[in-house]
């Protein structure tokens, strides 16, 4: 009987060294207040100028892909959700070619512990969750506007959507962490799958050209994080390419990227030679 509880303390104690970094973060972004409100809200305004971008163009042309604007903010809601609270848990890893630059990076090598979990669990965004706010508001919004069959498969759906999609858009993340190994001043390469996938999340893949259309909905596979469980959900065919039955393959939409991300890292900290310093 002994030993199950003795597992979990083994378990326990093996990750507190991150939770206690994690906490550590957290308390250090709330010690100085306006500063921290001040990012927050600063966070809050980009999300609601992504949302306004949305709303223009749907507002103005009536139609897009088959989606009018209440359509749109049930596929804004979805993409932005998911992106932002992977923001919020892996975002800064941007800061990885920095630390490349600087040496920094070595000093996470004399742990005994995975780089990868290192680097995660070294900081988290609270101001990101701002964003992750405007994207929930209009996602709610979204649900509420649509004529949607509501039962066990729409809810069931609409969670694994939002699981997968914020796995799929962490593992972009990892994805250019990891080749940012060979790029060092690559950021802005690597932020046009990440960022720039985001924002083809928030658009309706049907009117992307076929080469798009396969890039983002099976190379980098950001349509299934959005658009195609709003097709989904509002009973809508979609494109042949990406059929509207195709919104359950979400999750492996996302262990694909993960299989992506986790090769990048390997193959990344392999070629690592450290700083020079």
């Known amino acids: ?17 991150y939770l206690a970094v994690l906490r550590s973060r957290v308390k250090a972004q709330r010690v ?29 042309v009536g139609t897009l892909g088959g989606l009018d604007v209440h359509a749109a903010l049930l596929l804004f809601g979805l993409s932005n959700t998911a992106f932002a609270l992977a923001q919020v848990l892996v975002g800064h890893l941007d800061s990885l070619p920095m630390m490349i630059r600087m040496g920094t990076l070595d000093a996470y090598h004399l742990r005994p512990q995975p780089l990868l979990l290192q680097l995660v669990t070294s900081d988290i ?12 508001i209009v996602l709610s919004v979204g649900l509420w506007s649509n004529d949607i069959d509501w039962g066990i498969a729409p809810v069931t759906l609409i969670v694994i959507t939002l699981i997968s999609g914020i796995a799929l858009f962490c593992g972009l993340f990892v ?3 990891g080749l940012q190994f ?16 985001s924002f083809a999340a928030m658009q309706p893949a049907s009117v992307f050209p076929a080469p798009l259309k396969l890039l983002f909905g099976f190379a980098i596979p950001v349509a299934f994080t959005a658009y195609v469980p709003t097709i989904a959900l509002l009973g809508l065919p979609g494109p042949p390419l990406l059929p509207a039955w195709s919104a359950w393959l979400t999750p492996v939409a996302a262990v694909w990227v993960w299989l992506l991300a986790l090769a990048a890292w390997r193959i990344g900290t392999r070629h690592y030679q450290g700083g020079g310093g």
């Open 1 to 17: 009987m002994a030993e199950p509880e003795s597992g979990r303390a083994v378990a326990g104690n093996w990750f507190t060294p």
């Open 32 to 60: 100085y207040r306006l500063s921290f409100a001040t990012e927050v809200f600063s966070a809050f305004l980009i999300g609601l100028v992504e949302f306004a971008e949305v709303w223009v163009i749907f507002h103005n």
């Open 125 to 136: 965004s609270l101001r990101r969750l701002a964003r992750a706010a405007v994207a929930v």
């Open 175 to 177: 994805c250019a962490a």
């Open 182 to 197: 060979f790029l060092i001043d690559g950021a802005e390469l690597t932020n046009s799958f990440t960022y720039g996938g």
